[in-house]
C-alpha cells in the first residue's frame, strides 16, 4: 500500500501561482511513477502532469505545458507540481496518484493509489 497526502490547495486569482504538495509513505517511494489529475465539477478526471520513476522523465497536458512544473523529491518522498499563470479553467481537485509502471503514465489506469484530492480556486 502507499499512502498520499496533498496539500497547498487554495483560493487564488488569475494570474496567479500555487504550489502543491504529495506526500508519500508505505512502500519505496523512488520506485513509482508519480501523476497529477484534476476533476472540475461534472466533468472526468483529467491527466495533468506525470513523473516517471525510471528517469525521472516528465510529461504534461497540452493545457499546462509551459505553466505547471512535476518535480519529485525521493529523499522527502514527496512530489510537487508547481503552478504559475493559473487561470479560472484551472480550478478543480487536483489529485496525486502513484504507479509502479513508467510508461503510459498519462492514463487514470495506470494508476494504483490516490490520494484525497486538494482544492484549487482560481478567480477572475
Known amino acids: 500500500q502507499v499512502q498520499l497526502v496533498e496539500s497547498g490547495g487554495g483560493l487564488v486569482q488569475a494570474g496567479g501561482s500555487l504550489r502543491l504538495s504529495c506526500a508519500a509513505s508505505?512502500?519505496?517511494?523512488?520506485?513509482?511513477?508519480m501523476g497529477w489529475f484534476r476533476q472540475a465539477p461534472g466533468k472526468e478526471r483529467d491527466f495533468v502532469a506525470a513523473i516517471s520513476w525510471i528517469n525521472g522523465r516528465t510529461i504534461y497536458a497540452d493545457s499546462v505545458k509551459g505553466r505547471f512544473t512535476i518535480s519529485r523529491d525521493n529523499a522527502r518522498e514527496t512530489v510537487y507540481l508547481q503552478m504559475n499563470s493559473l487561470k479560472p479553467d484551472d480550478t478543480a481537485v487536483y489529485y496525486c496518484?502513484?504507479?509502479?509502471?513508467?510508461?503510459?503514465?498519462?492514463?487514470?489506469?495506470?494508476?494504483?493509489?490516490w490520494g484525497q484530492g486538494t482544492q484549487v480556486t482560481v478567480s477572475s
Open positions: 508505505g512502500r519505496t517511494f523512488s520506485r513509482y511513477s
Open positions: 496518484a502513484a504507479s509502479p509502471r513508467a510508461s503510459s503514465i498519462d492514463y487514470t489506469s495506470q494508476f494504483d493509489y
